[in-house]
């Protein structure tokens, strides 16, 4: 009886398992996948080789192509059609993707890389791509969400001559995702986007940010994913 109790365990255990890569799918997303261990491995991946990182050049595209890819494990779609990026015209590119939301209008999150020897924006990139990840589940958010890397470009950032919804679209401010690496994640009111939205900023407040990747508390940048989350899934003011 025990034999046959464990031949079954053999069967059944291994092919539970491998569940998810044999097409069945498995409950994912939330707030609690939000890891410390992804958001390391995602910021690490888009600090790049090194180097300046001018528009065109591989150590970009090797950071924006991770962004995409990322977005695009999480489930997420092309935020501009049938493509992941768009160009801005003041140089630099955009890449976005999106989740259609249940009702109408959307949310745009944005993150910028001003370029290597930054800490906050491959930090800050990478709590997008986390954010997207607790957004991976089977019901969809409020208003649809796109969420968009700007790799170069001008400062401060804005959405340039391709933002990949319209503004009168939006149900709420843009969200700028800045300096989440500094501390304790509040929301920041900073302006307006040079498109006219109004922006407001999410980040850590005014702490110092780290000298480099190696010395981030990923654990706080965590804890203001899972804020954010939170936040983005509240009725808008």
């Not at 900023?201 to 939170?230: C, I, N, S, Y």
């Amino acid at each position: 009886m025990r034999l046959a109790a464990s031949l079954v365990w053999l069967q059944v255990g291994p092919l539970a398992c491998r569940a998810e890569s044999l097409g069945v799918e498995v409950p994912r997303g939330g707030p609690e996948s939000v890891s410390v261990e992804d958001l390391q491995r995602d910021a690490f991946a888009l600090r790049g080789p090194g180097g300046p990182r001018l528009p065109g050049s591989p150590a970009h595209r090797a950071v924006s192509g991770h962004f995409a890819q990322r977005l695009q494990q999480m489930r997420m779609v092309p935020g501009f059609d049938r493509s992941w990026e768009a160009p801005l015209e003041a140089g630099g590119l955009l890449v976005c993707g999106r989740k259609d939301g249940a009702g109408p209008g959307s949310i745009v999150v944005l993150a910028r890389d001003p370029g290597a020897g930054h800490v906050a924006g491959p930090v800050d990139l990478a709590a997008l791509i986390s954010l997207a990840k607790a957004h991976d589940t089977r019901e969809r958010p409020r208003a649809s969400l796109v969420l968009c890397g700007q790799f170069g470009g001008d400062v401060p950032p804005t959405l340039g001559s391709a933002p990949p919804v319209p503004v009168a679209e939006r149900v709420r401010p843009v969200v700028l995702v800045t300096a989440i690496a500094a501390g304790e994640s509040g929301w920041m009111d900073i302006g307006t986007l040079g498109s006219g939205g109004a922006t407001r900023a999410w980040g850590g407040g005014p702490g110092a940010l780290p000298e480099g990747l190696e010395t981030v508390d990923h654990r706080l940048v965590a804890q203001g994913v899972v804020k954010l989350f939170d936040a983005l899934s509240q009725p808008p003011p």
